[in-house]
């Protein structure tokens, strides 16, 4: 009778033992907070990145910011080949068709920002 | 901006689709490609008077059978 309870209870030491063991950290909870950047936003960041490696590929020096005034012929003396380039690498990496006329009345950045915000 | 006519949109819509057919290549030589057809058109192009239009009809049909052999899937690089 004895030995039973006693192997009874050295069962049950195990047993909570074994709960001790679980490692603390395993019940712990995380949480993370990150702002979602607007649509606008990220058409902004992802343009700039793509113009920024166009002119570094082209061998173009511009130190100045991406402005929304940034002029594609005067400040980056893009010239009409150039330009449809431009309008082809964008049109790769947002996976949409840019016609002839929206791409021909682009001048600035902040029309082609304008136009991916509305199409994308 | 100075208005561009018939002749010097189809050419820029041909070096359009130069520019589109360097995309489908191998992405260690896209720029290869793209480098050709800025040279190409830089070079025929550039020496024509846009009045010119018989010359620019002549280029224009010249570029589209090239582009038509650059487009072969089997063709993976160029030389400069």
């Known amino acids: 009778m004895f030995k039973q309870v006693i192997s009874k ?7 909570q033992y074994t ?27 992802k343009l700039n990145d793509i113009v920024k490696s166009f002119i570094a590929e082209k061998g173009i020096s511009f130190e100045k910011p991406m402005t929304e005034s940034l002029k594609l012929s005067e400040d980056l003396k893009l ?9 082809v690498a964008i049109e790769e990496e947002f996976e949409l068709e840019i016609n002839e006329d929206a791409s021909d009345a682009f001048e600035n950045l902040g029309q082609i920002k304008k136009f991916l915000a509305e199409n994308s | ?17 130069y520019i589109r057919m360097a995309y489908t290549k191998p992405v260690e030589n896209q720029v290869k490609f793209r480098k050709y057809s800025k ?8 020496k024509v008077d ?6 620019i009809e002549y280029l224009i049909r010249f570029g589209t059978r090239k582009l038509e052999a650059l487009q072969n899937k089997h063709v993976k690089d160029i030389n400069i």
Request: no cysteine.
């Open chain 1, 9 to 15: 209870n050295i069962i049950r030491a195990n047993q």
């Open chain 1, 19 to 45: 709960r001790i063991a679980v490692p603390a950290f395993a019940k712990t909870q995380f949480r993370f907070y990150a702002a979602a950047l607007s649509k606008e936003e990220l058409v902004s960041n």
């Open chain 1, 79 to 87: 010239d009409s080949l150039d330009k449809i380039e431009l309008v």
């Open chain 2, 1 to 17: 901006m100075r208005k561009l006519n018939g002749l010097q949109k189809q050419a820029l819509a041909l070096y359009k689709e």
């Open chain 2, 39 to 46: 040279q190409l058109f830089v070079e025929k192009f550039n």
């Open chain 2, 50 to 55: 846009r009045k010119d239009f018989s010359t």
